[in-house]
């Protein structure tokens, strides 16, 4: 495993994001990513075109949760701790 932390951020993690959120959504050029670098951790705030944020959110909120799952793992990989929050 990578320990070193990566000092550019959440880069890895963002591009991971946008790519899901992208495959998605029927209106891909709709969606955005923003790096909000606070601390005690980074925040990824996820932007979608209206009508798109329920094919993100999922039933029960599963897909939200396997996005989450995922764009953590990626940033894992950058030695970072991220919060993701899906902005309507």
């Not at 005690?40 to 989450?68: E, H, W």
């Not at 991220?82 to 309507?88: G, K, L, M, R, S």
């Amino acid at each position: 495993m990578n320990d070193e932390i990566n000092p550019d951020g959440p880069t890895h993690a963002a591009a991971v994001l946008e790519h899901l959120a992208r495959s998605l959504v029927d209106d891909p050029d709709g969606v955005s990513v923003e790096v909000v670098d606070s601390s005690p951790r980074p925040q990824l705030n996820l932007r979608v075109s209206d009508g798109d944020m329920g094919r993100i959110i999922g039933k029960r909120g599963r897909m939200a949760n396997a996005i989450r799952t995922v764009t953590r793992a990626a940033a894992a990989r950058d030695g970072i701790d991220i919060d993701i929050e899906f902005i309507d």
